[in-house]
């Protein structure tokens, strides 16, 4: 086959793609395969001469699709979404075919430029402070990341920086080696894990601090931390305020802890994930008070937004100390418009970067903020609907307060009642959802992942709950 021919095989693709997202309600939700199920069904080296597509395109359901995990289907309630849609996908594609790398403004000056004003555009949005953003002519601005654990380490590294520059004017005769050793960073105890490892990746020392009775970590709390840390010769340099936990979607009480941040003089990062794109909501935007307190700020579109993974969103007021952090400046991608535009490549781990803006700019526009919140609105709604179908059953109990498209439910039973009915809904192969544990307590959480999700669909999954409970408890 000539490599011309391939372009047929494109438009087959797109078709193929379109036939998969539109009938995805038709397919098993998890996979029944086993590990290693893959290997018998492929040759044990590859061709030496080229085959044809119509032969890749019909291993694609035997090899593939046999063993995927639809989380586009309106019966996959585990983890948060990933965002999927059409605008987003072909912009990838254009995206792979343009296949630019945009390290610096000059490797493709419209990859640089097209995502300064697409964060411009994201931030407000959410009604982000204009001190986040590139149009308020300062040093501020966004970047996309790949995921939100690259921006709480991205955002380490700089506070980290400035914490040790800050540190070595007071006391010039300290190396770097004993300041690192002083330094300490904080979060509440339900803050997701990759916390923890960017504090592990950076070297440093992080306290998981315990919530109050709704999960929230307060000011008060991490104030007491600060202060007995700095009284014990440490540095507090960095906190992480989560707004939408993994387990349970509680809120960090942001307004109290950018006080005690901006009282010590310690880097703010908030973690939006999942939650922050319902702040494209007015009536959402009470969960983010005292965010203008922040240094920086991020959110993943790829969550919930409707743009496909990989794009994570994350602002920052004062990007020099990133910048400075990650400096290597050899000759060759050196270029003469250095310092007219920002060099990305400064801004991430990672050198290399592609041309992620154009999902955006594909799905705000081909949208439009208006049917944004219509989608964010909906899947609430579908959330509540769980809840009130769970709240009329005396057997259940709601665990946490319901605010976005998470509900987080249990028996009221034991644990091991409970994660038997886990077992059991799971292994009936119809819905899919995840456990978590917060203070002993073991609960069941449905989150409201698809785009194709309707209410016909949670009565479906409420209707495989309820069975699943009748299984249980008959057992008992």
């Not at 309630?77 to 995206?95: E, G, R």
């Not at 800050?166 to 300041?179: A, F, G, L, Q, Y």
């Not at 979060?187 to 992080?206: D, F, I, M, P, T």
């Not at 507090?236 to 809120?251: D, E, I, M, Q, R």
Request: a negative charge; proline letters at 4%.
């Amino acid at each position: 086959m000539e490599a011309g021919d391939f372009k047929d095989f494109a438009k087959a693709m797109t078709d193929y793609i379109a036939e998969y997202l539109e009938n995805i309600r038709d397919r098993q939700v998890v996979p029944s395969v086993k590990p290693g199920y893959l290997r018998p069904l492929v040759p044990e080296q590859a061709p030496e001469k080229a085959e044809p597509w119509t032969a890749v395109m019909a291993d694609i359901e035997r090899v593939v699709m046999s063993g995927v995990t639809h989380w586009h289907s309106p019966r996959f309630h585990a983890y948060f979404p990933t965002a999927n849609s059409y605008p987003a996908i072909v912009a990838d594609m254009l995206s792979g075919a343009i296949a630019c790398i945009g390290f610096t403004w000059i490797a493709s000056p419209a990859c640089t430029e097209l995502e300064v004003v697409m964060l411009d555009w994201l931030g407000q949005m959410l009604g982000l402070p204009e001190s986040f953003l590139a149009r308020s002519g300062g040093e501020a601005g966004g970047v996309i990341q790949g995921t939100a654990s690259e921006a709480t380490l991205v955002a380490l590294l700089g506070a980290k920086n400035r914490t040790i520059l800050r540190v070595k004017e007071k006391h010039p005769e300290w190396s770097d080696t004993e300041i690192l050793s002083k330094l300490v960073g904080y979060c509440n105890k339900q803050a997701h894990s990759s916390v923890e490892r960017a504090g592990l990746l950076g070297g440093v020392k992080l306290r998981s601090l315990q919530p109050d009775g709704k999960r929230r970590l307060r000011g008060d709390t991490l104030r007491d931390a600060i202060e007995e840390d700095t009284r014990n010769g440490l540095i507090p340099f960095y906190v992480v305020a989560t707004l939408g936990t993994t387990s349970s979607c509680a809120f960090d009480a942001l307004d109290e802890i950018g006080d005690v941040c901006n009282e010590h003089g310690v880097w703010l990062h908030v973690d939006a994930a999942y939650a922050g794109s319902a702040f494209i909501c007015p009536e959402y935007r009470y969960l983010m008070k005292g965010v203008e307190k922040a240094d920086s700020f991020n959110f993943n579109p790829h969550k919930w937004l409707l743009v496909n993974f990989d794009c994570s969103a994350l602002w920052l007021k004062e990007p020099r100390w990133i910048i400075d952090a990650f400096n290597v400046d050899p000759l060759y991608l050196k270029h003469d418009m250095q310092g007219s535009a920002p060099d990305y490549r400064h801004w991430q781990i990672p050198l290399g970067r592609r041309f992620r803006a154009l999902k955006l700019w594909f799905v705000l526009r081909l949208y439009g903020v208006e049917n944004l919140q219509k989608h964010i609105r909906k899947h609430i709604a579908l959330a509540h609907l769980f809840e009130k179908l769970c709240s009329a059953d005396e057997r259940f109990e709601i665990y946490e307060e319901v605010t976005m498209g998470l509900v987080c439910f249990r028996l009221k039973d034991s644990n091991e009642k409970n994660e038997e009915l886990l077992r059991r809904i799971n292994g009936r192969g119809k819905i899919h959802l995840v456990p978590s544990k917060i203070d002993d307590t073991y609960f069941l959480r449905l989150a409201i992942c698809s785009r194709f999700s309707e209410e016909s669909d949670i009565h479906v999954s409420w209707e495989e709950v309820k069975a699943s409970a009748d299984e249980v408890l008959k057992g008992q």
